[in-house]
Nanobody, 120 residues
Framework: VQLQASGGGLVQAGDSLSLSCAASDSNFNSYNMGWFRQAPGKEREFVGAMWSAGVIYVVNSVKDRFTIARGNAKNTVLLRMTSLKPDDTGVYYC???????????????WGQGTQVTVSS
């Protein structure tokens, strides 16, 4: 499966941004999708996931500001971000676990990443 992340950009602190991840595979609905981010000089970190069964979770550090949902477009998953902070700056990646496991434990496919820059 090929993943394409989009929607990043340069925003100001306090703004909202919605990222989209589009999958090329028609089996998308059976995959467990995850969002990750990598800040400059830091390791990539898990942000949240949406399982094929509908379970959605986001890490505690951003759960009050970030949500994950299916997109209206076919085979897409969204990462909706509000009240953005400069610390949210980084490259955001979507990933898929195609074998039924947790994306944060094992991602089988990765998108190319989309840059989010939050200015203060």
């Amino acid at each position: 499966v090929q993943l394409q992340a989009s929607g990043g950009g340069l925003v100001q602190a306090g703004d909202s941004l919605s990222l989209s991840c589009a999958a090329s595979d028609s089996n998308f609905n059976s995959y467990n999708m995850g969002w990750f981010r990598q800040a400059p000089g830091k390791e990539r970190e898990f942000v949240g996931a949406m399982w094929s069964a509908g379970v959605i979770y986001v890490v505690n550090s951003v759960k009050d500001r970030f949500t994950i949902a299916r997109g209206n477009a076919k085979n897409t998953v969204l990462l909706r971000m509000t009240s953005l902070k400069p610390d949210d700056t980084g490259v955001y990646y979507c990933a898929a676990n195609v074998s039924g496991g947790a994306p944060e434990m094992r991602a089988d496919c990765w998108g190319q990443g989309t840059q989010v820059t939050v200015s203060s």
